[in-house]
């Protein structure tokens, strides 16, 4: 008898029998929906051009009105940083606030970020997580993947101060 003593039943009475589908026993998961870091590394690709795209047009802007004006120069990268970094806020932050838990790419790969309990994180929360992007994006990323890899429940360093997880929605 495989696991079990002569004269125990195996499995113990009461117990569904394993590899099968039983009515009325709760089903384990098949896999673990936190182990997503391949998808989350195309979600966070996906969502920097999002942020990129409209940067480098205001950058080729202001390259081309700071050629014909010096005093402009100054304030134009101070214009581009807080843009960059506004975007950066609204598609790491705001958006997933206000768009139950997801970034716009998060929506177009089925990923989710979720608290503990399941819910939608606050604002707060999730502008944890993108102020520690600083951390995480070290060495184009790597910091956050090695992170990630090494987490059990797959977890960024914004994720684990954060008290969040990405998890795969469909």
Not at 19 to 45: I, K, S
Not at 126 to 140: E, K, N, P, T
Not at 146 to 165: E, K, P
Request: glycine share 18%; proline share 9%.
């Amino acid at each position: 008898m495989p696991g079990g003593q002569p004269g125990y039943g195996y499995p113990p009475p009461g117990y569904p029998q394993p590899g099968y589908p039983q009515p009325g026993y709760p089903q384990p998961y098949d896999e673990d929906p936190t182990a997503v870091v391949g998808t989350r590394v195309g979600q966070y690709l996906l969502d920097a051009i999002l942020v990129v795209v409209p940067v480098i047009a205001l950058m080729i802007g202001l390259f081309a009105v700071s050629a014909t004006n010096d005093t402009l120069g100054g304030l134009g990268f101070l214009l581009l940083m807080v843009v960059a970094y506004g975007l950066s806020w609204g598609v790491g932050a705001w958006w997933p606030a206000t768009h139950g838990g997801q970034t716009p790419a998060m929506g177009w790969l089925d990923l989710r970020i979720v608290t503990a309990q399941g819910g939608v994180p606050g604002l707060g929360a999730l502008s944890v997580r993108w102020l520690l992007l600083l951390v995480d994006g070290a060495f184009g990323g790597l910091v956050g993947f090695v992170i990630m890899m090494s987490t059990s429940r797959h977890q960024r360093l914004g994720d684990i101060a954060a008290s969040t997880y990405v998890v795969r929605v469909g």
